[in-house]
Protein backbone atom coordinates (compact mmCIF):
# COMPACT_ATOMS: atom_id res chain seq x y z
CA UNK A 1 0.00 0.00 0.00
CA UNK A 2 1.06 3.00 -0.81
CA UNK A 3 -0.79 5.06 1.52
CA UNK A 4 -1.57 8.44 1.16
CA UNK A 5 0.02 10.25 -1.76
CA UNK A 6 0.39 13.79 -3.53
CA UNK A 7 1.24 15.58 -6.36
CA UNK A 8 3.09 17.84 -7.20
CA UNK A 9 5.44 17.75 -4.25
CA UNK A 10 6.98 20.95 -5.49
CA UNK A 11 4.88 23.84 -7.84
CA UNK A 12 5.63 27.59 -8.35
CA UNK A 13 3.48 29.46 -9.06
CA UNK A 14 3.19 33.17 -10.25
CA UNK A 15 0.46 35.52 -8.39
CA UNK A 16 -3.08 34.84 -10.41
CA UNK A 17 -1.85 31.85 -11.45
CA UNK A 18 -4.49 28.87 -10.39
CA UNK A 19 -3.78 24.88 -9.88
CA UNK A 20 -5.05 22.07 -8.44
CA UNK A 21 -3.16 20.25 -5.54
CA UNK A 22 -4.16 15.98 -6.12
CA UNK A 23 -4.34 13.48 -3.33
CA UNK A 24 -4.92 9.63 -3.30
CA UNK A 25 -5.39 7.33 -0.36
CA UNK A 26 -5.67 3.56 -0.71
CA UNK A 27 -6.62 2.13 2.90
CA UNK A 28 -10.62 2.89 1.64
CA UNK A 29 -10.75 5.53 4.42
CA UNK A 30 -13.90 7.42 4.64
CA UNK A 31 -12.68 10.80 5.83
CA UNK A 32 -9.64 13.37 4.21
CA UNK A 33 -8.15 16.81 4.87
CA UNK A 34 -6.41 19.04 3.41
CA UNK A 35 -3.72 21.19 6.15
CA UNK A 36 -1.20 23.75 5.77
CA UNK A 37 1.32 24.31 7.66
CA UNK A 38 3.56 27.60 7.93
CA UNK A 39 7.12 28.14 9.99
CA UNK A 40 5.79 28.46 13.60
CA UNK A 41 2.17 27.72 12.92
CA UNK A 42 1.84 23.85 13.37
CA UNK A 43 -1.19 22.47 10.91
CA UNK A 44 -4.22 24.53 9.84
CA UNK A 45 -7.16 22.99 8.15
CA UNK A 46 -8.09 23.94 5.44
CA UNK A 47 -11.01 21.82 4.14
CA UNK A 48 -12.24 18.26 5.41
CA UNK A 49 -14.31 15.43 3.75
CA UNK A 50 -16.00 13.66 6.56
CA UNK A 51 -16.95 11.00 3.74
CA UNK A 52 -17.32 10.81 -0.04
CA UNK A 53 -19.78 13.51 -1.42
CA UNK A 54 -19.54 15.81 1.62
CA UNK A 55 -17.38 18.60 2.15
CA UNK A 56 -16.40 21.24 4.63
CA UNK A 57 -14.74 24.24 5.63
CA UNK A 58 -11.82 24.25 8.07
CA UNK A 59 -9.86 27.15 10.31
CA UNK A 60 -8.70 28.71 7.02
CA UNK A 61 -10.88 28.03 3.86
CA UNK A 62 -10.80 31.47 2.15
CA UNK A 63 -8.76 31.53 -1.54
CA UNK A 64 -9.59 27.32 -1.59
CA UNK A 65 -11.96 24.76 -3.21
CA UNK A 66 -12.10 21.44 -2.71
CA UNK A 67 -13.35 18.18 -4.92
CA UNK A 68 -13.85 14.59 -3.02
CA UNK A 69 -13.67 13.16 -6.43
CA UNK A 70 -14.33 9.76 -4.92
CA UNK A 71 -14.02 7.59 -1.88
CA UNK A 72 -9.94 7.52 -2.62
CA UNK A 73 -8.95 11.37 -3.86
CA UNK A 74 -9.92 14.72 -2.71
CA UNK A 75 -8.21 18.22 -4.31
CA UNK A 76 -7.51 21.59 -3.34
CA UNK A 77 -7.77 23.97 -5.77
CA UNK A 78 -6.33 27.72 -5.89
CA UNK A 79 -8.31 30.09 -8.33
CA UNK A 80 -5.84 32.72 -7.84
CA UNK A 81 -2.26 32.26 -5.88
CA UNK A 82 -1.55 34.95 -3.78
CA UNK A 83 1.59 34.81 -1.80
CA UNK A 84 0.28 34.42 1.59
CA UNK A 85 -0.69 30.75 0.03
CA UNK A 86 3.22 30.46 -0.12
CA UNK A 87 3.21 27.18 2.19
CA UNK A 88 3.54 23.46 2.60
CA UNK A 89 0.25 21.73 1.92
CA UNK A 90 -0.39 18.36 3.37
CA UNK A 91 -3.44 15.66 2.38
CA UNK A 92 -4.46 13.47 5.42
CA UNK A 93 -7.17 10.62 5.86
CA UNK A 94 -8.41 7.99 8.65
CA UNK A 95 -10.71 5.46 8.69
CA UNK A 96 -13.83 6.36 10.26
CA UNK A 97 -16.21 9.00 9.37
CA UNK A 98 -15.77 12.27 10.93
CA UNK A 99 -17.83 12.61 14.39
CA UNK A 100 -17.87 15.59 16.50
CA UNK A 101 -15.39 15.44 19.40
CA UNK A 102 -14.47 11.77 18.07
CA UNK A 103 -10.83 11.48 16.46
CA UNK A 104 -9.48 9.37 14.57
CA UNK A 105 -5.58 8.91 13.59
CA UNK A 106 -4.90 10.76 11.06
CA UNK A 107 -2.36 9.16 8.21
CA UNK A 108 -0.47 12.43 6.30
CA UNK A 109 1.19 12.33 2.91
CA UNK A 110 4.59 13.85 2.30
CA UNK A 111 3.27 16.99 1.15
CA UNK A 112 3.45 19.69 -1.54
CA UNK A 113 5.93 22.97 -1.37
CA UNK A 114 4.50 25.68 -2.77
CA UNK A 115 5.87 29.06 -3.90
CA UNK A 116 3.87 31.87 -5.18
CA UNK A 117 5.89 34.55 -6.58
CA UNK B 1 -7.26 29.77 18.33
CA UNK B 2 -4.63 27.66 19.02
CA UNK B 3 -6.66 24.39 20.81
CA UNK B 4 -2.87 22.68 21.44
CA UNK B 5 -0.08 24.31 22.19
CA UNK B 6 3.94 22.73 22.96
CA UNK B 7 6.49 23.92 24.99
CA UNK B 8 9.55 24.29 25.07
CA UNK B 9 9.58 25.35 21.28
CA UNK B 10 13.20 23.62 20.98
CA UNK B 11 14.71 21.71 22.87
CA UNK B 12 18.54 20.15 22.37
CA UNK B 13 19.61 16.75 23.96
CA UNK B 14 22.71 14.67 24.15
CA UNK B 15 21.91 11.30 23.16
CA UNK B 16 21.10 8.72 25.92
CA UNK B 17 19.35 11.65 28.06
CA UNK B 18 15.19 11.65 28.24
CA UNK B 19 13.44 14.81 26.46
CA UNK B 20 10.47 15.82 27.73
CA UNK B 21 7.44 17.39 25.43
CA UNK B 22 4.29 19.26 27.48
CA UNK B 23 1.06 20.28 25.42
CA UNK B 24 -1.66 22.32 26.33
CA UNK B 25 -5.26 22.86 25.32
CA UNK B 26 -7.89 24.49 25.68
CA UNK B 27 -11.77 22.69 25.71
CA UNK B 28 -12.76 18.98 26.91
CA UNK B 29 -11.32 16.57 24.44
CA UNK B 30 -12.08 12.66 24.09
CA UNK B 31 -8.51 11.99 23.41
CA UNK B 32 -5.18 13.90 22.29
CA UNK B 33 -2.67 12.45 19.87
CA UNK B 34 0.70 12.82 20.01
CA UNK B 35 2.73 13.55 16.06
CA UNK B 36 6.15 13.40 14.76
CA UNK B 37 7.92 14.77 11.99
CA UNK B 38 10.41 14.69 10.62
CA UNK B 39 12.51 17.38 8.14
CA UNK B 40 10.47 17.81 4.97
CA UNK B 41 8.25 14.47 5.78
CA UNK B 42 4.22 14.25 6.48
CA UNK B 43 3.21 13.53 10.50
CA UNK B 44 3.36 10.16 12.02
CA UNK B 45 1.27 9.50 14.18
CA UNK B 46 2.86 8.15 17.88
CA UNK B 47 0.49 7.36 20.30
CA UNK B 48 -3.40 8.43 21.31
CA UNK B 49 -4.14 8.95 25.16
CA UNK B 50 -8.36 8.31 25.83
CA UNK B 51 -9.92 11.26 28.02
CA UNK B 52 -10.25 8.47 30.65
CA UNK B 53 -6.75 7.23 30.65
CA UNK B 54 -4.10 8.96 32.65
CA UNK B 55 -0.55 7.45 31.67
CA UNK B 56 0.33 5.27 28.46
CA UNK B 57 3.16 3.69 27.43
CA UNK B 58 4.46 2.84 23.85
CA UNK B 59 8.18 1.26 23.82
CA UNK B 60 10.18 4.23 24.55
CA UNK B 61 7.32 6.74 24.79
CA UNK B 62 5.58 7.66 27.64
CA UNK B 63 2.21 10.11 27.15
CA UNK B 64 0.48 11.08 30.22
CA UNK B 65 -3.18 13.21 30.86
CA UNK B 66 -4.33 15.75 33.21
CA UNK B 67 -7.76 16.49 31.77
CA UNK B 68 -8.03 19.21 35.34
CA UNK B 69 -4.79 20.84 34.05
CA UNK B 70 -6.04 20.48 30.20
CA UNK B 71 -2.30 19.00 29.67
CA UNK B 72 -0.10 16.42 28.53
CA UNK B 73 3.16 15.15 28.47
CA UNK B 74 5.43 13.44 25.66
CA UNK B 75 8.52 11.79 27.37
CA UNK B 76 10.72 10.17 25.24
CA UNK B 77 13.43 8.18 27.05
CA UNK B 78 16.80 6.68 26.23
CA UNK B 79 17.06 9.25 22.99
CA UNK B 80 18.40 8.90 20.21
CA UNK B 81 19.61 10.60 17.02
CA UNK B 82 17.59 9.35 15.06
CA UNK B 83 14.48 10.78 17.90
CA UNK B 84 15.51 14.19 15.69
CA UNK B 85 12.42 15.63 14.89
CA UNK B 86 9.35 18.39 15.33
CA UNK B 87 6.57 16.71 17.76
CA UNK B 88 2.89 17.91 17.72
CA UNK B 89 0.12 17.17 20.22
CA UNK B 90 -3.38 17.07 18.12
CA UNK B 91 -6.68 17.70 19.89
CA UNK B 92 -10.54 17.62 19.34
CA UNK B 93 -13.45 19.62 21.51
CA UNK B 94 -16.45 19.40 20.74
CA UNK B 95 -16.67 20.17 16.87
CA UNK B 96 -15.22 18.12 13.92
CA UNK B 97 -12.07 19.82 13.58
CA UNK B 98 -8.48 18.71 14.64
CA UNK B 99 -6.23 21.39 15.84
CA UNK B 100 -2.42 21.26 16.37
CA UNK B 101 0.24 22.92 17.89
CA UNK B 102 3.16 24.58 16.72
CA UNK B 103 5.26 21.54 17.79
CA UNK B 104 8.12 21.03 19.41
CA UNK B 105 11.44 21.03 17.93
CA UNK B 106 13.62 17.95 19.46
CA UNK B 107 17.53 17.69 18.53
CA UNK B 108 19.34 14.93 19.69
CA UNK B 109 23.19 15.11 19.60
CA UNK B 110 25.36 12.58 18.84
Known amino acids: NAGVTQTPKFQVLKTGQSMTLQCAQD?????MYWYRQDPGMGLRLIYY???????DKGEVPNGYNVSRLNKREFSLRLESAAPSQTSVYFC????????????????FGPGTRLLVL | SQQGEEDPQALSIQEGENATMNCSYK?????LQWYRQNSGRGLVHLIL?????REKHSGRLRVTLDTSKKSSSLLITASRAADTASYFC??????????FGAGTRLFVKA
Open chain 1, 49 to 55: SASEGTT
Open chain 1, 27 to 31: MNHNS
Open chain 2, 90 to 99: ATRGGGFKTI
Open chain 1, 92 to 107: ASSESPVVAGAQETQY
Open chain 2, 27 to 31: TSINN
Open chain 2, 49 to 53: IRSNE
